[in-house]
């Protein structure tokens, strides 16, 4: 773990991931949320923290069929276990003082659940000033089609270390170590910084986030999209 222009630029990194109820981030819910946050106190990066809960459903809301066979989460599970929405928001807030880079593997989906949530629950004040990187969009400037999280951890060698299970807490862990070998390959990940990508076919999904730039990324890019 390096990462030096990164640190060079903020205090913390914070890796998340959430599983929800469906794909409407303005309609479906965040049902687990987990994160890591990366340090470099003495010039020797590490994990600081790791956060993994369950998320309470909205009064009447339950898990799809389909959403509990795809995570293990049942609406049960929830109910029994998952913190109020109001306490995870807060959480996150704490994670998110001072100068804290979030990063997302696919960021944008993850982003839009996370803003509708604070805008509902909590605060979406503590997201302002925040500097955003996006893992998928480098992935596709560095792998052909395909550009899942599970395709990033075979394309690094990462099967025997980390999975993609569709839960948030696995997800995120495998995240930092994709982060890590790209790292590796090319030390450019600054450059990535509030800059994402989008399939030309297909447009922006949802709302555009207005502190991040977005362009066009084929699936075979010639260049960097920074420098496109």
């Known amino acids: 773990m390096a990462f030096e222009t990164l640190f060079a630029r903020y205090d913390r990194l914070m890796l998340f991931d959430t599983e929800t109820t469906g794909l409407q981030y303005n309609r479906d819910e965040i049902i687990e949320f987990a994160a890591i946050v990366v340090e470099n106190p003495d010039g020797q990066p590490r994990v600081v923290q790791e956060y993994d809960q369950l998320v309470a459903l909205s009064p009447g809301s339950f898990v799809p069929p389909r959403i509990q066979e795809l995570t293990g989460i049942s609406t049960q599970d929830l109910r029994e276990r998952g913190l109020p929405k109001t306490r995870v928001c807060r959480d996150i807030g704490e994670m998110l003082r001072g100068r804290t880079l979030m990063l997302a593997y696919n960021a944008h989906f993850d982003l839009s659940f996370l803003f509708y949530m604070l805008l509902r629950d909590g605060d979406p004040a503590v997201l302002k000033g925040k500097d955003k990187l996006d893992l998928l969009t480098v992935y596709r400037d560095r792998r052909s089609y395909p550009h899942r999280l599970c395709s990033a951890i075979e394309a690094y060698g990462l099967s025997g270390q980390v999975v993609n299970s569709h839960r948030a807490v696995d997800d ?55 420098e496109s």
């Open 172 to 226: 995120v862990l495998a995240t930092l170590k994709v982060m890590e070998e790209m790292e590796k390959e090319k030390p450019d990940l600054e450059r990535y910084v509030n800059l994402f990508g989008y399939n030309p076919k297909y447009g922006i999904e949802g709302k555009p986030i207005g502190t991040v730039t977005y362009k066009p990324q084929p699936y075979d890019p010639i260049r960097p999209l920074y």
